[in-house]
Nanobody
């Protein structure tokens, strides 16, 4: 089993930056891809960005050029650097990992609020 703990959320003004972190523990040897999703009030959870074990990245169109996902395999941690934040980025952000055995794990979520 993999346990995920997110940190770094908060309140920021439009145009500002935040950096989210997600530290994995437990069966970290089984982790393949890591990623971030978000869910705004009244909306479905959506993909923000993913990164494979080999470092290949994928971004939602709405965050391309503003957000950067990275991972430190030695620390079993994935990061999301968010720049030029907009009010529409306000959501609960969830860390996600996909394991080689097809199991999927989610973090508890961290709130990001962008004021206009």
């Amino acid at each position: 089993q993999v346990h995920l703990v997110e940190s770094g959320g908060g309140l920021v003004q439009a145009g500002g930056s935040l950096r989210l972190s997600c530290a994995a523990s437990g069966a970290t040897f089984s982790i393949d891809a890591m990623g971030w999703y978000r869910q705004a009030p009244g909306k479905q959870r959506e993909l923000v960005a993913t990164i494979t074990s080999g470092g290949s990245t994928n971004y939602a169109h709405s965050v391309t050029g503003r957000f950067t996902i990275s991972r430190d395999n030695a620390k079993n941690t994935v990061y999301l650097q968010m720049n030029s934040l907009k009010p529409e980025d306000t959501a609960v952000y969830y860390c996600n990992v996909n394991c080689w055995d097809s199991l999927v794990y989610w973090g508890q979520g961290t709130q990001v609020t962008v004021s206009s």
